[in-house]
């Protein structure tokens, strides 16, 4: 099983690693299988899952729906679960109880918190209790409307030193990893090499340890136009709607289903036909 000492070992050998979003029980199962080591039940859930403007609605009780689900998939990766706004932001008292929830129901292994200034002692007191902190600064998406948009951050020097200093202060609060998201690739590797802890860059160019993505973009399983950090190495919207198009057609047409898809009154013999006459969703599951 990967863990967070593991993720400090990928830095120390210069090994540069793949993470991303999971939303579900099955696209976590696939995904671990395919050597995701890390997993995160990004707050971007209630963006592309749950059709929410901005990842500001989120509630704690979504993440932990979905983080559960999560978990049941995946048994190998290391399941990051995503503070949601407003679940951490009130007191430490709350974002230890929020943070709790995620370890305790959710079967999550660490927290992702977005932001610098205030969130180091929450960092250092969830740390303190065993719950490792993943930080997240640049673009952070809880912030919107105070960047008025989901603008790349850290163009300025100011802006860039800002960054760098936050990172440093979550560092020494405990945080085991930063994600850096929109940010110049300067800043992402300037940072980066700052740090003794790893960096995980989304948007941050090719300078940081590890890259994530959120699944929905990876996979083109978007209908929207997707961000420059964005590669699509997949078209699902294309094929689900080519799929689903196919399926009303043959339906109409009366082409399915055909007799390999229709049970017959005395049709089973052997445990092989009694396995093809189960009527079970999901063959994966
Ligand atoms: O919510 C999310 O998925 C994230 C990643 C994009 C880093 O924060």
Sequence with gaps: MTTVLDVQRFKEEGRRFAVLTAYDYLSAKILEEAGIPILLVGDSLGMVMLGYPTTLP??????????????????QALLIGDMPFMSYHASVKQAITSAGRFIQEGGMHAVKLEGGGRIVEITQRLTAMGIPVMGHLGLTPQFVHQMGGFKVQGKTEKQAARILSDAKELEQAGA????LEGVPTEVGTSVTQALRIPTI????????????????????????????????????AEEIASAAQRYVREVGDGTFPGPEHSYSANGSAGPAKAQRDEVKYGSSV
């Design 176 to 179: 085991f990893s930063i994600v």
């Design 201 to 236: 860059g989304i948007g941050a160019g090719p300078g940081t340890d590890g890259q994530v993505l959120v699944f929905h973009d990876m996979l083109g399983l978007t209908t929207g136009k997707a961000p420059k950090f964005v590669k699509r190495y997949a078209n699902l």
């Design 58 to 75: 989120v509630t704690m009780d979504e993440m932990i729906h979905h983080a559960k689900a999560v978990a049941r998939g995946a048994h």
